[in-house]
């Protein structure tokens, strides 16, 4: 059983459009953290969250932390071959508890 | 500033044998975690150290293992080795005491032939 549940598993979408990817939970976390993965190496962090409702935006990357901290969201603009990856969230339950995966959204665009 | 260092890059093992990867975080951070990522998993969690102490452990065998240095650095080490044993195993690093996210290494891909 997954803690948190990422959706959709895989996305494949051409240049230029938008895209959402969910991250879904019954649990609370203390904060949130989005990672890139690419072939081959380990992910890469791109943001923190750590306040319900809170939205950080980097570049063309907006990411939300639900109200209740239990689910996020991040939503991509004008997505370009570049993002291309595997798209993983991570929750921490506590301050010095352990991080916990989603299993990842797979994203390929294509030009 | 370096990153998190990982050897060796690739292994390959027979069953049965017995492997130790390496880690070293980025200097300053005393927490480090290890993790298996295969295509139907996704990321599992083993173990995480501070200190020289494991503070968090996931739900893998014995076979599995692993301990801290003073200076930080970070050995796994799997006995017994099985094909589905074969994954990326990944290492991060964080700050102490840090609510916030993991630097990972580029990982160590064991295949077990």
């Known amino acids: 059983t997954q803690l948190l549940e990422q959706s959709p598993q895989f996305l494949s979408i051409q240049e230029g459009e938008n895209l959402t990817v969910y991250c879904n939970s019954s649990?609370?976390?203390?904060?949130l953290q989005w990672y890139r993965q690419e072939p081959g190496e380990g992910p890469v962090l791109l943001v923190t969250?750590?306040?319900?409702?809170e939205v950080k935006k980097l570049k063309r990357l907006t990411f939300q932390f639900g109200d209740a901290r239990k689910d996020s969201s991040l939503h991509i603009t004008a997505a370009q071959p570049g993002d291309t990856g595997l798209y993983l969230c991570?929750?921490?339950?506590?301050?010095?508890?352990?991080?916990?995966f989603g299993r990842g959204t797979q994203l390929t665009v294509w030009p | 500033k370096a990153g998190v260092t990982q050897t060796p890059r690739y292994l390959i093992k027979t069953r049965g044998q017995q492997v130790t990867l390496s880690c070293s975080p980025i200097?300053?951070?005393?927490?480090v975690s290890w993790y298996q990522q295969t295509p139907g998993q996704g990321l599992q969690f083993l173990f995480e150290y501070f200190s020289e102490t494991q503070r968090n452990k996931g739900n893998f065998p014995g076979r599995f293992s692993g301990r801290q240095f003073s200076n930080s650095r970070s050995e796994m080490n799997v006995s017994t080795l099985e094909l589905g044993d074969s994954a990326l195993y990944l290492c991060?690093?964080?700050?102490?005491?840090?609510?916030?996210?993991?630097?990972f290494g580029s990982g160590t891909r064991l295949t077990v032939v």
């Open positions: 991060a690093s964080s700050l102490p005491d840090s609510p916030y996210g993991y630097t």
């Open positions: 649990s609370v976390f203390s904060s």
């Open positions: 991570a929750g921490r339950g506590s301050t010095l508890g352990r991080l916990y």
């Open positions: 200097s300053g951070h005393r927490s």
């Open positions: 969250v750590v306040t319900g409702g």
